[in-house]
Antibody, heavy 122, light 107 residues
Framework: QVQLVESGGGVVQPGRSLRLSCAASGFIFSDYAMHWVRQAPGKGLEWVAVVSYDGSDEYYADSVKGRFSVSRDNSQNTLYLQMNSLRVDDTAVYFC???????????????WGQGTLVAVSS | SYVLTQPPSVSVAPGKTAKITCGGSNIEIKSVHWYQQRPGQAPVLVIYNNGDRPSGISERFSGSNSGDTATLTISRVEAGDEADYYCQLWDVDSDRLFGPGTKVTVL
């Protein structure tokens, strides 16, 4: 069965950096685009970024463009999110999510991890 | 940018039918997806491409999309259906966009 396990969250000061990881198993990781979606405390869901199945394409929400970078290591079945210049309003649970379509950049998420909490506070 | 609207809350008695709406301009030309999120848990895809159901999702969940409104319908509601429900779509200007969510309360 599909498993996605995020790690790397924690408390960080504004302006600092953090890297999240998502370990994938139970499917052919290199065949699917992968996404990051976040949820601020008590708020709704916000899509953050996507990387194509082979890592050649990346897209970002305007709120993180220029500060966050998504990447993947298909040899290690792992997805990453490098977060720089963190702001208080980046505080959220960050979920990794598998794209629903094979070998293309799809627009829905058919499996989700349990999330990792990032708290940006001075 | 594209805007999605959902009612903040819907209440329904057990065994009855709940309808959760997702409004957007001419939304019928877009593919709408729905997620269930129980408290403290990750979201789960319950409907994709307007009305398709992933394997393992109860047939009590169905979806439709017409005009300016997409609808998630939950038939024969159970206590375990109590959750937040989010619609989501892709838009050329707004990219992958979620609605604000609807809290479903089972009375």
């Amino acid at each position: 069965q599909v498993q996605l396990v995020e790690s790397g969250g924690g408390v960080v000061q504004p302006g600092r950096s953090l890297r999240l990881s998502c370990a994938a198993s139970g499917f052919i990781f290199s065949d699917y685009a992968m996404h990051w979606v976040r949820q601020a405390p008590g708020k709704g869901l916000e899509w953050v970024a996507v990387v194509s199945y082979d890592g050649s394409d990346e897209y970002y929400a305007d709120s993180v463009k220029g500060r966050f970078s998504v990447s993947r290591d298909n040899s290690q079945n792992t997805l990453y999110l490098q977060m720089n210049s963190l702001r208080v309003d980046d505080t959220a649970v960050y979920f990794c999510a598998k794209d629903g379509l094979l070998l293309v950049l799809g627009d829905y998420f058919d499996h989700w991890g349990q999330g990792t909490l990032v708290a940006v506070s001075s | 940018s594209y805007v999605l609207t959902q009612p903040p809350s819907v209440s329904v008695a057990p065994g009855k039918t709940a309808k959760i709406t997702c409004g957007g301009s001419n939304i019928e030309i877009k593919s709408v997806h729905w997620y269930q999120q129980r408290p403290g848990q990750a979201p789960v895809l319950v409907i994709y491409n307007n009305g398709d159901r992933p394997s393992g999702i109860s047939e009590r969940f169905s979806g439709s999309n017409s005009g300016d409104t997409a609808t998630l319908t939950i038939s024969r509601v159970e206590a375990g259906d109590e959750a937040d429900y989010y619609c989501q779509l892709w838009d050329v200007d707004s990219d992958r966009l979620f609605g604000p969510g609807t809290k479903v309360t089972v009375l």
